[in-house]
């Protein structure tokens, strides 16, 4: 499991914004010797108008993968 938070950039309308991501893992392997991780969480950020950046952005989703 892991939580964290931070800023990303949007280079273009020179603007950083606040982020975040919430999310699990699990890591297996079956008996042929596959391994797999299976990832779920929740991801957002946001950020309002000011003098570079005119509109209002908001980001929120959920993610499910399984990576082999």
């Given at each position: 499991m892991f939580i964290g938070t931070g800023i990303f950039a949007d280079h273009?309308?020179?603007v950083t914004a606040a982020a975040y991501i919430d999310a699990s893992s699990t890591h297996k392997q079956d008996d042929e010797g596959t391994?797999?991780?299976k990832m779920k969480g929740k991801i957002g950020a946001g950020m309002q108008?000011?003098?570079t950046f005119w509109?209002?952005?908001v980001l929120s989703g959920q993610f499910n993968v399984t990576l082999y």
């Open positions: 273009d309308a020179q391994e797999s991780i108008a000011n003098e509109g209002y952005f």
